[in-house]
């Protein structure tokens, strides 16, 4: 299980501590950053942390609307999504590789709606996190 890089940080992580816990992977972030901002329209951005536990997470949203989280960990990042169940079940039918359908159907319901969480280790766990924020925002 990844573990949030800034479990102990008490302060809102920098740029360079982001870089560092990142590592490689911080092409990763700041190039699905760029993507979710040119294709998704979601610039407004605001560092969390829930608990000192959780860690930091970076909350992506569009207006007043949270769509999803991004959590650091050593060398990858974690993506988290609160699905609903009109997102859910567009979710298994865009085209989604099997693993991520897999990761959604086994995913915790909450409240807030269903928990879908993605290790992002290359660029084929970007592209599924850019559908599945299609789908969050169209439903």
């Known amino acids: 299980?990844?573990?949030?890089?800034?479990?102990?940080k008490v302060e809102q992580p920098t740029d360079a501590d982001v870089a560092e816990a990142l590592g490689p992977a911080k092409a990763l972030w700041d190039q699905l950053l760029a993507d979710l901002a040119h294709e998704c329209d979601l610039t407004t951005q605001e560092w969390n942390s829930y608990s000192r536990k959780a860690g930091w997470s970076l909350r992506l949203k569009r207006q007043t609307r949270n769509i999803l989280y991004l959590s650091p960990c050593r060398g990858s990042f974690r993506v988290s999504f609160a699905l609903g169940d009109r997102a859910v079940e567009a979710a298994r039918h865009c085209g989604l590789p099997r693993p991520v359908i897999r990761t959604i159907d086994e995913a915790k319901r909450y409240a807030e709606g269903t928990a879908v969480r993605i290790d992002v280790k290359g660029h084929?766990?970007?592209?599924a996190v850019k559908k599945l924020t299609t789908v969050k925002l169209e439903n």
């Open 1 to 8: 299980m990844l573990q949030n890089a800034f479990i102990d």
């Open 124 to 127: 084929k766990d970007i592209a």
